[in-house]
């Protein structure tokens, strides 16, 4: 769901054109879905979704929160 409050944890790095990736860790112990944002330098795509691979593999990666 869009909020203008989720822009501010994007925008910042479109301006400055760094590439930025989402990484789902699994569920707190409420059953919430966490997860980080990892942040590289210029041309660290490769980088990046490599780290998050292998946060995902640690962590558990997606999960689908349980019911409430």
Same mark, same amino acid.
């Given at each position: 769901?869009?909020?203008p409050? $989720?822009m501010?944890?994007t925008?910042?790095w479109?301006i400055?054109?760094?590439?930025?990736v989402?990484? @789902?860790?699994g569920? $707190?112990r409420?059953?919430?879905?966490?997860g980080c944002?990892?942040v590289?330098?210029? $041309?660290?795509?490769?980088l990046?979704?490599s780290?998050?691979?292998e946060?995902?593999?640690?962590?558990?990666?997606?999960t689908? @929160?349980?019911?409430?």
């Amino acid at each position: 769901m869009f909020t203008p409050g $989720n822009m501010c944890y994007t925008f910042i790095w479109n301006i400055m054109s760094t590439p930025v990736v989402a990484c @789902p860790l699994g569920l $707190n112990r409420d059953g919430v879905p966490i997860g980080c944002q990892i942040v590289g330098a210029p $041309n660290s795509e490769r980088l990046l979704i490599s780290v998050a691979q292998e946060l995902e593999r640690k962590f558990g990666g997606w999960t689908p @929160p349980g019911r409430f």
